[in-house]
């Protein structure tokens, strides 16, 4: 690892650079920013960060594609919709991705939104005083999703989990959207019973790449304990808020290498 104090030095100016108005409109947080009322930040945000494969522009174009099948009233569509109003879904499709799936989600939403007001409340209620990440509040999310009876199995691959020692990617982007709160209005930070500090990098193919250029991964293979220990190390930089160079390495990685 090169000197800390250098690597700090310019992942910070990296971060300044990045965390910017700019990077919403070619990033799927674009998504969840089209959206202003909390709930449809939630489940826009949550699709979005799960349908994050492949091309940014073709995960925004579909993103768009399946909101406009809910006349982009998410939240409503989903408390309120009929059998009939489903059928709209039935030919919505991204990779592995399909129907079952789409159905599923909104069987699961449609369920917690009946008696929660946010999604914060699936993540956080599994979570222990004293917990450094919030890697118990993604096994607890996990369990909670697939609690309804006759889950489809399919479905499962999905939604990561440290159970399974995933990195859980897409699923600590969304929580770093949801979380992380500064005055660059990237990430929303409309949750507050899960800190900043206790966020876990997302550790895609371009962080993981740029991270081990500067040994802040060693560890060869990427899984859960590779992301906790990318973000151990972001944590000697920032101890209060390490997921912010998520935008430094990202940036670094694809927009430098665009």
């Known amino acids: 690892m090169i000197d800390i104090k250098e690597l700090k030095t310019l992942l910070d100016q990296k971060v300044d650079e990045y965390n910017r108005s700019f990077f919403i409109e070619k990033d799927p947080v674009c998504i969840p920013h089209s959206f202003t009322t909390k709930q449809d930040i939630e489940i826009t945000g949550f699709f979005a960060a799960t349908l994050a494969w492949g091309q940014r522009v073709t995960i925004i174009n579909k993103c768009r594609e399946l909101f406009s099948l809910m006349d982009n009233a998410p939240h409503q569509f989903i408390l309120h919709h009929s059998d009939d109003d489903l059928k709209a879904l039935l030919k919505f499709k991204h990779r592995t991705f399909n129907t079952t799936d789409l159905l599923y989600f909104i069987q699961f939403f449609r369920e917690h ?78 949750w507050k019973t899960i800190r900043p500090s206790q966020l876990v990098c997302p550790c895609d193919l371009h962080v993981d790449r740029v991270a081990r250029s500067f040994g802040l991964i060693t ?40």
């Open 219 to 258: 560890r060869k293979q990427t899984d859960w304990q590779t992301a906790l220990e990318l973000t151990h190390n972001l944590r000697q930089m920032d101890p209060v808020d390490p997921v912010k160079y998520d935008f430094a390495l990202f940036g670094m990685g694809v927009i430098e290498h665009a």
């Open 113 to 190: 939104y009946a008696s929660h007001n946010s999604l914060e409340s699936a993540f956080s209620n599994s979570m222990k005083p004293g917990d450094e990440t919030i890697e118990n509040g993604l096994i607890g999310f996990h369990d909670l999703f697939f609690n309804l009876p006759d889950f489809p199995q399919r479905t499962r691959k999905h939604i990561a989990t440290p159970k399974r020692k995933s990195a859980c990617k897409r699923i600590n982007m969304f929580l770093r959207w949801m979380v992380r709160k500064d005055d660059r209005g990237v990430d929303f930070g409309l």
